[in-house]
């Protein structure tokens, strides 16, 4: 017990530091900036060439979202994910040394081991790809799907809708991921960081109000016009539990016969079946999980 008390005093306080100083300082590796100077020049794509003509500057839920993206990218991390992260880690090594077993066991090779190019197409590649498995659970398993509907909430699309989401989500892809980097050996910080700001990047990109569909790219990259069909609220009969799941890759969605993008997909119709009675503020929405099991309980 006292082990995992510290982690959590170490834990608060790092991250605390940390965040601390991305405010106060800039630098080219500086997540805080880089995420609202990403937000700003994807923002001014959707002024430029809006797809949604119609739509307003400030969108519907415009600044709710706002508040999602700096709640979840970091006050979230100083709240609870960052411990929750570092005692899942420490609680499964502790389960691997009591059955005489290590995380480097699982090691089946190690990324820094092979050229910087070769290893971050790899890196990039499985965590997409777990990632993209993940993303299909959240919509298939009813516990889960009562948390991701946060996600699908979103009635006008635009680059801030990307990382409104519910704060179990991260704790879940996470947790997911864990084995699977395990057995690929680590990375440098470096390569972590350039993965994560280009998803971030096509993230923001495949909720703005952008027409966009990369031509021949589209069978590889997630793009606009092929995520607003995943966030559609009329599902085709035969995907039920939804279609188009890719993150930063439209490749997993069309090797397993999940896309669908049937015509162009502008002014469809966004959300999910019954979410007129979605909460729509903060507190609402993160309490909703809680609530709805209480209720199916009753």
Known sequence: ????????????????NYLWSEITSFH??????????????????????????????????FWLDTFYMFFNFFLLNLIVLI???????ALFDDALAYIGLSIESFHLFDLNSLPF???????FL?????????????????????????????????????????W?????????LYIPLAIIGGFDVEAVAIVHFTALAIGHLNHANIGWDYGRFKYVLNNPKMHIWHHAKVLPKNAQYGVNFGISLSL???????????????????????????????????????????????
């Open 252 to 298: 997993w969605d069309y090797l397993f016969r999940t896309d669908h993008i049937p015509h162009d997909g502008r002014d469809i119709a966004l959300g999910f079946d019954g979410d007129e009675n979605f909460p729509k503020n903060f507190v609402g929405q993160t309490l909703y999980p809680v609530k709805t099991k209480q209720r199916n309980v009753s």
């Open 117 to 123: 190019r070769m290893g971050l197409l790899i890196f």
């Open 83 to 89: 411990f929750l992260s570092n005692a899942t880690e």
């Open 28 to 61: 080219w590796e500086n997540y805080f900036y880089g995420l609202i100077i990403l937000s700003l020049l994807v923002w001014s794509l959707e002024l430029l060439f809006p797809w949604r003509k119609n739509q307003k500057v400030f969108r519907k839920d």
């Open 126 to 166: 499985v965590t997409d790809f777990v990632q993209w498995n993940t993303h299909r659970l959240l919509h298939r398993v009813p516990f889960l799907w009562n948390f991701h509907k946060l996600h699908h909430s979103v009635k006008e699309m635009g680059f801030a809708a990307h990382l409104r989401y519910h």
């Open 1 to 16: 017990m006292e082990k995992y008390l510290e982690i959590f005093k170490n834990s608060y306080h790092g991250y605390f």
């Open 168 to 176: 179990m989500e991260p704790i879940v892809y996470k947790s997911l």
